[in-house]
């Protein structure tokens, strides 16, 4: 039996969690392609890297390697809120989501975010949202989600 070319592109982008060593496959560069990303040092990261697996899967950043290149293609995290509301629930919040520009047009945009939302979904949440922009609506409607009210920031820099 021959395995289909979706079988293989399947197999050939796997979401899986982010590595300590995925720093050196360009996961800070992915990130520059979303927001503003300045260099983090590599005791910068260790330390962040241990922080936040200290959490356990309630905060969890999940990435897509290109087996060919080495390199992360796509990326996206969920952290889990813990609320009084709705007899103690959880919201998922899903954040970071990008998708190297050389690798768009896979779906693994729509792969990271069903990785995601199935997360938490597992993780016993009532719901996940999100924030995006006016030019992703579209993409994150294909993926199931609905807008609903409005966004609000105030930065502190």
């Known amino acids: 039996m021959h ?6 592109e399947e197999q050939k982008f796997q979401v899986r969690k982010l590595q300590i060593s995925d720093k050196n496959k360009g996961f800070i560069e ?3 392609q979303l927001t503003v990303c300045d260099s983090v040092s ?3 990261f260790e330390d962040r890297f241990r922080e936040l697996s200290a959490l ?8 897509i390697e290109d087996e060919s290149s080495g390199k992360i293609i796509a990326t996206g995290s969920i952290f889990i809120e813990k609320k009084f509301l709705r007899n103690c629930g959880k919201v998922g919040h899903i954040e970071d989501v990008v ?3 050389n690798a768009r047009g896979l779906k693994l945009g729509k792969k990271i975010i069903a990785f995601l939302t199935e997360h938490a979904h597992l993780m016993g949440c009532y719901k996940v ?3 995006c922009s006016l ?3 579209a993409f994150y409607e294909k993926c199931g989600f609905k807008q609903k009210e409005i966004q609000m920031v105030k930065y502190f820099i």
Request: overall charge negative.
């Open 99 to 101: 998708v190297d520009s």
């Open 135 to 137: 030019e992703n609506k």
């Open 42 to 44: 590599d005791k910068d």
């Open 56 to 63: 356990g899967d309630d905060h969890i950043i999940f990435v």
């Open 3 to 8: 395995a289909s070319n979706s079988s293989s």
């Open 129 to 131: 949202i999100l924030d």
């Open 30 to 32: 992915l990130l520059r």
